[in-house]
């Protein structure tokens, strides 16, 4: 009877051993939705960041799995996904007040705040009226395109910019190919990496080479379902990136040739205020922001 006591309490320790055991290996699960709009230049950027910043985590918090999910989603439906956080709990979006505040924001710009720049994608044959352009004001003369659900509508629509509006990207396309709007602001991997996806099917489509929009809203990782261990994870992993130069590293890897093809350095740049960018945005951290100079 001892004996079988004593069996029953090994077991029972064995048990309670391998549990705390999985617990201890147990990995963080991370999902990314990788939006289908994404260009192919920021999802190759995004990706390689991600992956660096959580290796940079592993020897402080251990194991981590990393899936992208197969869901395509409009940014309404992405953000309900995410509160659920079962499908998809990460993202890489440009921010809003909403997103910062129902989901949990790394505030450190993915890309240095370089999609804050945006060029837009016109009709070639009607440059010369955009290279007249001198003022905002001048700018107001001439609609642009814009999605529905994107968070810097709403600052096109403040500052008076003229919109028209619809739910996709490729709809954009085809509103500009039939002259319904007159220039596609896009940040500046897309406009490239779009002008040359689309070309052979709008042969006049080109990136607009005089100026640029400032839209103070960076883009950052977002977490979803309230997963707090996840976002401090990221964050940590972010920092070390920042504070070893894999940050910048990354950022010039991936974006100098772009830079440079966009001609950023020569555009005239027009600013536009945001006033739903929140107060914890990390202006002030100069390590965080690329200015072309």
């Not at 048990?15 to 709009?37: F, K, T």
């Not at 004001?137 to 529905?148: E, F, I, T, V």
């Not at 659900?149 to 910019?161: C, D, F, K, N, V």
């Amino acid at each position: 009877m001892q004996q079988d006591r004593w069996w029953l309490t090994w077991a029972w320790v064995v048990l309670a051993l391998a549990g705390l055991q999985g617990q201890a290996c147990a990995a963080d699960v991370y999902i990314i939705d990788m939006n289908s709009s994404k260009s192919h230049f920021n999802n190759s950027h995004v990706m390689r960041l991600l992956n660096a910043a959580l290796e940079a985590s592993r020897s402080r918090y251990g194991d981590y799995e990393l899936k992208v999910s197969a869901l395509h989603m409009e940014r309404e439906r992405l953000l309900q996904e995410m509160l659920k956080g079962s499908n998809v709990n990460l993202s890489g979006q440009v921010t809003s007040a909403e997103w910062e505040t129902k989901l949990i924001p790394i505030r450190i710009p993915l890309d240095k705040g370089l999609s804050c720049y945006r060029i837009s994608l016109i009709d070639g044959r009607k440059q010369n009226l955009f290279s007249a352009v001198r003022t905002l004001d001048d700018l107001k003369q001439y609609s642009l395109g814009a999605g529905r659900q994107w968070s810097s509508t709403g600052i096109y629509r403040q500052a008076g910019l003229p919109l028209v509006e619809t739910n996709s990207t490729l709809g954009l396309h085809h509103m500009l190919a039939a002259g319904r709007f007159q220039h596609f602001p896009r940040a500046i991997d897309e406009a490239i990496y779009e002008q040359a996806a689309y070309v052979q099917e709008f042969p006049t489509l080109t990136v607009e080479r005089s100026f640029a929009l400032y839209i103070p809203a960076p883009r950052y990782f977002f977490i979803g379902g309230q997963q707090q261990r996840l976002a401090q994870r990221l964050e940590y992993g972010l920092q070390r990136l920042v504070a070893d130069g894999r940050y910048d590293q990354l950022f010039h890897q991936f974006y100098d040739g772009l830079i440079e093809q966009s001609g950023l350095r020569k555009r005239r740049i027009f600013r536009l205020d945001n006033p739903e960018l929140s107060p914890l945005t990390p202006l002030d951290n100069k390590a965080y922001w690329y200015v072309p100079e």
